[in-house]
């Protein structure tokens, strides 16, 4: 796992930088350069990438609207849209020829540090969203009921959440990459074509399950009981 997250460009020890910093970067680039064109270029009659890029706006819509309902899956469509997509190129990023078999070059999600980042982030956004939601009483109100003792375990939940997140998916794409590694050793040619051909189809699931599990929790963060 240590070689996982090697330092390929040292900064006084503080800032060191691993390949799958340098992998999310040129990911965040590339999406901004994406976004800045499509968004230059939006045609009432579509063209095949703008078609492609509101077909997958529509399905993220439609999935996210399934547990939170039209309105708050508007709401927060721009912080599950955006873990979604940033999740999806972070996954698929590994199956890059010569991505996570040279130091340089890391999938992002097969770090920890990254994983939990995320994780870190979701748990802010749900604590922030709730508040929004519910206001401060409303909020505190939601750790202590029915009784007070249940606070402690309340707000374990709060933390296990976003933790369980950052390993599921750490798990799923370093261990990924470990199997695909080892087939390269045992057999350059064939195999770890059958493998990336699979990891189309398991980056795209861990994508929608771990945005999925954030709107579920985000579904119970920002519920308001009726009076």
């Known amino acids: 796992m240590g070689e996982a997250s090697e330092v390929v460009i040292p900064l006084f020890g503080i800032l060191d930088i691993t390949g799958e910093v340098i992998t999310m970067w040129l990911i965040i680039a590339a999406l901004a350069v994406l976004s800045i064109y499509v968004g230059k270029h939006l045609q009432e009659r ?27 899956a508007r709401k927060y469509f721009y912080f599950l849209g955006s873990l979604f997509i940033f999740i ?7 199956l890059i020829p010569g991505v996570g078999l040279i130091k340089h070059l890391k999938a992002p999600t097969s770090s920890l540090s990254v994983t939990v980042g995320l994780g870190v982030c979701t748990f802010f956004f749900l604590q922030g969203a709730s508040i929004q939601a519910k206001g401060i009483k409303g909020y505190i109100k939601h ?5 007070i003792v249940m606070l402690p375990l309340l707000a374990l939940d709060e933390i296990i959440k976003p933790v369980s997140l950052s390993l599921r998916l750490f798990g799923n794409i370093f261990g990924e990459e470990a199997v695909l590694e080892q087939f390269y050793e045992i057999l350059p040619i ?22 999925t599990l954030v709107s ?6 920002t519920e308001v009981e009726e009076k």
């Open 46 to 72: 579509p063209g095949k990438l703008q078609n492609i890029i509101e077909t997958g706006v529509e399905y993220l819509d439609n999935s996210f609207s399934a547990n939170l309902g039209k309105e708050r």
């Open 88 to 94: 999806i190129f972070a996954n698929y990023s590994g």
């Open 143 to 147: 750790f202590i009921s029915p009784i």
């Open 190 to 211: 064939g195999a770890p074509l059958v493998m990336m051909v699979l990891s189309l189809l398991f980056c795209a699931l861990q994508a929608i399950v771990y945005t």
């Open 216 to 221: 579920i929790y985000l579904d119970e963060a």
